[in-house]
């Protein structure tokens, strides 16, 4: 088995897309309806990443997922925490956790503004 991508549930697909592309980077690979529930799946990478996001939508009466009950948070690698921390929050994300310098890493996480899902950007110290 390889795991291959995390798929999450999103509130507003529109803004959802938006706030990956714009704010992290992120490149739009596919975007399309599911007919079987009446909802929509975008698939989305980083820039020379390997691992997909799954954003899905589902109607109200769909959703089969209780937000933010088994996702954690999703880690984006930088070269600057605190540059792109600032970054996020002009972008809307809301700032949880104060950057922390760690032994190896320095790391800092936001929430997404569009869906409250946590992000971890992290940098290896020099």
């Known amino acids: 088995m390889k795991f291959t991508y995390t798929g999450v549930e999103v509130k507003d697909m529109d803004a959802s897309v938006r706030f990956y592309t714009e704010a992290l980077g ?3 690979l ?4 599911i007919p ?5 799946v975008a698939g989305l990478r980083s820039k020379g990443g390997d691992q997909i996001l799954e954003l899905n939508w589902y109607p109200r009466s ?3 997922y209780k937000a933010g009950s088994e996702l954690d948070h999703l880690a984006f690698e930088c070269k600057d925490v605190r540059k792109d921390m ?3 929050a002009k972008m809307g994300a809301k700032v949880v956790r104060p950057i922390e310098v760690r032994p190896k890493y320095i790391v800092g ?9 946590w992000i971890e950007l992290y940098e290896t110290r020099k």
């Open 109 to 117: 996480f936001v929430k997404d503004p569009v869906n409250g899902i």
């Open 86 to 88: 600032d970054h996020l």
């Open 26 to 28: 992120m490149e739009l």
């Open 30 to 33: 596919d975007r399309h309806p």
């Open 62 to 64: 769909k959703s089969k």
């Open 36 to 40: 079987a529930t009446g909802g929509e």
